[in-house]
């Protein structure tokens, strides 16, 4: 197949000016929109914005956006049936009213020359935002309920409000996972008398944000969600950075604040836990104002900071009515290593730290130049459209019908090795057996609406499962990337697990630096998306949520093995934003209703070591959400998780009975058989959010561990019911080896917040932290908990 690559290349290396994104051919599909010619790409230059700086653009780039019948309005809450990429090429776009989101709304600017888009100085003050991605309604109401806002991206733009007077937002983002703004930059107004806000959130269950510039402003950004995971976020000359208003838990992680006069406010009562790494605030006269009061023994406010300099600040920590609790050098610098107020447990508790100094674990392969590694996104602003290579060229089809299994692998055994990228344009691209992308590949998708979705008998049997994404063969070395794919399932598929990661990437050993040779692997925004959309069939009409048979199984949606697996030859492989769902609803149903779909096991990493996980979720699989065995050198910041919503109706694991030993499933009769009572009675066969064996220098920077229901009711997740949806979901065991060769490994979780659980942590099968000793706001909240088995406290 080598020559048809290289033909095809020839034939489109002509010269071309623009970012790759602009250049290529665009035939992206959506293949179950209900639209004939339904287009996938949309350049605002052809649906006749200008980009001058002088034409009004707001209706030709809202035409771009809501053109086609897309989802938006009354009339929709949600579908997956209607993606876009909304592309911008370099330009000044004036717009004089709210620039509208649309559900699956992707919104990217050549990052060569990112595009401005500029508000006219009467752009309306009542307006909720330049961009207001998810608008209130007539009835008062979000158009997608924030919980349900998935699949949608905002980067390589500028946002300027810098001209409106008074009062304005940049970007209105109620969100929740699978869901980006990365690489945009955010100009507003530095006066004092206006009030600008770069990024306004009031809601939803995110997220990442990424590569952000803030200039200006009241606010940089106002914040409030359940969770979220922001990195590299830089503010000049906001009177606030960030006004962190309520939040369950947070990750901050390599933010510059720089002549700000309030770094982060936190002084609200209503934040469960913010934990804050690698950051510098330099000419701040305030860095952190928090709403928890000294001695206050509750969850509430929990703050972890590490490794974060303070420079000319002359305070560093204050509380909510203006009391100093740590002060900095108004000329000169001072940093934080570890410091913590909130509870912990060593191993009784719960106990009150408040202090500086504190010893926080620092596995060294984790780091690069003192920081916790980290990389952006890769825009491949340097590769001309010539060194991409369309999926659709190559023979696949991607229209939710034909078998592109032998293209696709073709494509990526071609690839591998070459300079050429692959853009997967969007589609359905069905596999009826494994794909393999071989080491030195780089894979590209369209606006996440590029699907790999698995079909047919192979991926049937649970006793034979079979990856339907593998990445690297066992043994195989080298170095992959891929960004904005979403792998899927069809039907029932009860042997599939969805992606096998084993790829071992050779990295230097001072660690992961991308200027001295090769980089950890990396996986931005590949998802993995089980049932819940259209061209599933695990929908409503399939697997609508048993109205009340006990213990129901519909064998039609029993749909996954394992959503990844991340195997014993794995090394170094960098994450970011990444979810692996099971559906608890139907996307594309007006009413969001319930369905029950069945997918064994989440994440699991196994025996590999030095894996990233910056900013990812897991929800809903039937054993667990996360499981950790014999792994070394894992980084996780903000993890969050959901248990399935039918558990205990039926328990765990069913209807996955049987075992696999080898695999470590938790064997949920034999535990809770010995299990000890607890509290309010709670179920105990229920699915684990995080499960932990023997496995040494894990790290977690964040941890939402949640669950909701039982049954489909949300009785049990209320402080009357005791919290009592389940009786444990968070496990540390020991396990096949361990640091110290006896099982026992090193586990640290910062900022833990559990909802719906009576016990917060279990620890070789003992109950370590109930609930109610350690209440923040909604969630239960730990600031910290080390794990070395025996001794050891903060
Ligand atoms: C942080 O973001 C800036 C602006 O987008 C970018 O230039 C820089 O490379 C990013 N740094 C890291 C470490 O990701
Ligand atoms: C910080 O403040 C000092 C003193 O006002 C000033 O000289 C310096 O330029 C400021 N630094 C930055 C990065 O703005
Ligand atoms: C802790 O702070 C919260 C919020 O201000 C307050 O409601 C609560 O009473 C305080 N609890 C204790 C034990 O100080
Ligand atoms: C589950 O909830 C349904 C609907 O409320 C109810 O009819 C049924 O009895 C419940 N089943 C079990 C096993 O609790
Ligand atoms: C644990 O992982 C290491 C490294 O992958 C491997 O060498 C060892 O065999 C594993 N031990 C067990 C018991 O799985
Ligand atoms: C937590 O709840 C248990 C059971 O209801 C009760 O015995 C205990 O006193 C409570 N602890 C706290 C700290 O409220
Ligand atoms: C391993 O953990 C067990 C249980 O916590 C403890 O008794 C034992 O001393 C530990 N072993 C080592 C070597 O620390």
């Known amino acids: 197949m080598r020559p048809i690559l290289a033909l095809w290349v020839a034939a489109v290396s002509v010269v071309q000016a623009a970012y790759w994104m602009e250049d290529i051919k665009h035939q992206g599909i959506a293949p179950f929109s209900p639209a004939d010619g339904y287009e996938v790409f949309r350049n605002v230059k052809e649906w006749g914005a200008k980009g001058d700086g002088v034409t009004d653009d707001t209706a030709a780039i809202n035409a771009a956006i809501s053109g086609g019948g897309r989802c938006g309005g009354h009339s929709c809450t949600g579908s997956t049936t209607t ?142 969600n359940q969770q979220y995971t922001m990195r590299n976020l830089t503010f000049y000359g906001s009177d606030t950075a960030i006004k962190q208003f309520w939040n369950w838990g947070w990750t901050y992680k390599s933010l510059t604040v720089v002549n700000c006069r309030i770094g982060i406010d936190v002084s609200s009562t209503a934040v469960g836990s913010v934990t804050l790494l690698d950051s510098l605030f330099l000419n701040v006269t305030k860095a952190l104002i928090t709403g928890r009061a000294p001695g206050n023994t509750t969850g509430l406010g929990s703050l972890v900071v590490e490794n974060v300099g303070y420079e000319n600040v002359p305070i560093v920590l204050e509380t909510a009515d203006g009391k100093p609790l740590l002060l900095g050098d108004p000329n000169g610098i001072v940093y934080d290593y570890g410091y913590i107020r909130g509870n912990t447990y060593a191993p009784n508790g719960p106990l009150l730290v408040e202090g500086r100094e504190l010893a926080f674990s620092q596995p060294s392969h984790l780091k690069s130049g003192g920081r916790y590694y980290e990389r952006s996104k890769p825009n491949y602003e340097d590769v001309p459209a010539s060194d991409f290579v369309s999926a659709r060229d190559y023979g696949a089809v991607g229209d939710g019908k034909a078998d592109d299994t032998q293209a696709l692998n073709t494509l990526f055994q071609d690839v591998a090795g070459t300079s050429s990228i692959v853009f997967l344009d969007a589609g359905y691209y069905n596999v009826k057996d494994t794909i393999i992308v071989p080491p030195r590949t780089r894979i590209v998708g369209e606006g996440l609406a590029s699907v790999i979705l698995s079909v047919g008998e192979k991926f049937s049997d649970p006793n034979k499962p079979r990856p339907v994404v593998q990445i690297g063969r066992p043994g195989d070395t080298g170095f992959v990337e891929m960004s904005d794919i979403i792998v899927s399932t069809q039907g029932p598929t009860a ?34 998306r089980i049932g819940g959309f259209t061209g599933s069939n695990l929908q409503l009409a399939q697997c609508l949520k048993p109205p009340s048979q006990p213990s129901y199984v519909n064998p039609s949606c029993i749909a996954a093995h394992t959503g990844m697996h991340i195997t014993p030859t794995a090394r170094n492989v960098y994450m970011e934003n990444n979810w692996i769902w099971v559906a608890d609803h139907d996307i594309d149903d007006y009413d969001a209703t319930q369905i029950s779909v069945f997918a064994a096991r989440g994440l699991l990493i196994e025996g590999a070591s ?144 559990t909802i719906g659980s009576v016990s917060m942590i279990t620890q070789d099968k003992t109950d370590m932290a109930i609930w109610n000793e350690t209440r923040a706001e909604f969630a239960s909240t730990l600031a910290v908990f080390k794990s070395f088995k025996g001794d050891e406290s903060v």
């Open 83 to 224: 993606p876009a990429v909304v592309y911008f090429p370099p330009g000044t776009y004036l717009v004089s009213k709210p620039i509208v989101g649309f559900y699956y709304t992707n919104m990217i600017g050549d990052p060569t020359d990112m595009p401005v888009i500029k508000a006219t100085s009467d752009f309306p003050r009542s307006a909720q935002a330049l961009f207001d991605a998810n608008p209130y309604l007539s009835n008062g109401k979000l158009n997608f309920q924030s919980t349900n806002t998935f699949f949608r991206q905002v980067r390589n733009l500028v946002f300027d409000i810098s001209n409106v007077p008074v009062t304005a937002n940049a970007i209105h983002w109620p969100s929740s996972q699978a869901t980006l703004i990365q690489n945009c930059v955010f100009k507003m107004s530095a006066q004092p008398e206006d009030t600008h806000t770069g990024i306004f959130m009031e809601e939803g269950s995110g997220g990442t944000m990424a590569d952000l510039v803030f200039y200006g402003g009241k606010y940089g950004a106002r914040l409030g």
């Open 495 to 528: 042997g599939a697990i969805m992606i096998q990661y084993n790829l071992e990437t050779p990295v230097s050993d001072d660690a992961c630096s991308i200027r001295s040779g090769q980089p950890p692997s990396g996986l931005f925004d590949v998802h993995i």
């Open 610 to 753: 030095r894996v990233w996980l910056v900013g990812s979720s897991v929800e809903h699989f039937a054993m667990y959400q996360y499981q950790l065995v014999n792994a070394t050198d894992v980084w996780m910041g903000q993890i969050q998780t959901e248990t399935p919503y039918y558990q205990p109706n039926p328990v765990a694991p069913v209807p996955f009975t049987k075992r696999n030993e080898a695999l470590r499933d938790p064997d949920f009769e034999a535990d809770c058989k010995d299990a000890p009572e607890l509290p309010g009675d709670p179920p105990c066969a229920m699915a684990w959010g995080l499960r932990v064996l023997g496995s040494k220098n894990v790290v977690v920077f964040g941890a939402g561990l949640y669950s909701f229901f039982n049954n489909y009711s949300t009785t049990c997740s209320t402080v009357e019911a005791g919290e009592n949806c389940q009786a444990r979901i968070l496990s540390i065991e020991s396990g096949p080896v361990g640091d110290d060769g006896t099982g026992n490994g090193t586990v640290e979780i910062y900022n833990l917040n």
